[in-house]
């Protein structure tokens, strides 16, 4: 004998589509609170120096692995004084013997990558004696900061 089978059907389950109406405010929320907690470096210039021009210039690669020296005249309310050069180093006047101390802090705070691509760049003004641009050569070369660059504008 047979017997009626019944066949019990369960109903489907259907996983509920994902409600994306919120995540433009999400995004939006990450990029203020990352605008807001990241640092931009800028550095106050103590000194004031003229950009020499060149004709065969390149851009800078891996801006983040380029550390810069200032040489120029000291500034004082926006108006250079006097025929003495001076060296900045971040936000300080600094002396030659300085350098290879700034070099070193400089590239422990790099990555790996970085470290590998540092480069100095050395923004001079176009009056300032080779005898110190050479005195500040030196001193990069001691620290094993061998890429180095000289900052100019196009000439034209």
């Known amino acids: 004998m047979m017997r009626n089978r019944r066949f019990i059907?369960?109903?489907e389950h259907k996983v509920p589509g994902l409600n994306t109406s919120s995540?433009?405010?999400?995004?939006?929320?990450?990029?203020?609170f990352f605008m807001i907690v990241t640092h931009m470096r800028d550095v106050d210039l103590k000194v004031r120096y003229q950009v020499p021009q060149g004709t065969e210039l390149q851009k800078l690669?891996?801006?983040s692995a380029v550390t810069y020296i200032y040489i120029g005249r000291k500034a004082q309310?926006?108006?250079a004084e006097g025929d003495e050069f001076?060296?900045?180093l971040n936000n300080e006047l600094a002396t030659i013997d300085d350098i290879k101390a700034y070099i070193e802090k400089e590239r422990a705070g790099m990555g790996d990558?970085?470290?590998?691509?540092?480069?100095?760049?050395i923004k001079a003004d176009r009056d300032v004696p080779m005898g110190i641009i050479a005195d500040v050569k030196k001193m990069l070369q001691q620290s094993f900061a061998l890429k180095?660059?000289?900052s100019a504008t196009e000439k034209k």
Not at 113 to 121: F, G, L, Y
Request: hydrophobic share 40%; no cysteine; proline share 3%.
């Open 23 to 32: 995540l433009p405010d999400l995004i939006f929320t990450v990029l203020f």
């Open 77 to 79: 309310s926006g108006k």
């Open 9 to 11: 059907h369960r109903k």
């Open 113 to 121: 990558e970085d470290r590998a691509h540092m480069t100095v760049s």
């Open 148 to 150: 180095i660059n000289y």
């Open 86 to 88: 001076f060296i900045q």
């Open 61 to 63: 690669g891996h801006k």
